[in-house]
Nanobody, 116 residues
């Protein structure tokens, strides 16, 4: 059975940091590119970052470049999103997605709130 579970969200002040984690199981993790998306209230879900199967290639949305870092551990079957210099506009539910050919698996999301 496939499981994709995000954790690490919470309330943080502007300028602060959070590290999100996504634990995956039930599929061959190392075959899958992994993504972080986010969805703010009243807005569409948007891509935040992507990491290739082996971790050598990453892509970031312009609005997080230089602040967020995606990484993965294929032994632990986890993907991470280190978020620094957080802004109020980063407030959203953050989702993890695994993608390989015609298969994609989503987690339930973790809430990140950036507020003073």
């Amino acid at each position: 059975q496939v499981h994709v579970v995000e954790s690490g969200g919470g309330l943080v002040q502007p300028g602060g940091s959070l590290r999100l984690s996504c634990a995956a199981s039930g599929f061959t993790f190392s075959n899958y590119a992994m993504y972080w998306y986010r969805q703010a209230p009243g807005k569409e879900r948007e891509l935040v970052a992507r990491i290739s199967e082996g971790g050598a290639s990453t892509i970031y949305a312009d609005f997080v470049k230089g602040r967020f870092t995606i990484s993965r551990d294929n032994v632990k079957e986890r993907v991470y999103l280190q978020m620094n210099s957080l802004k109020p506009e980063d407030t959203a539910v953050y989702y993890c997605k695994a993608d390989f050919m015609t298969n994609d698996y989503w987690g339930q999301g973790t809430q990140v709130t950036v507020s003073s």
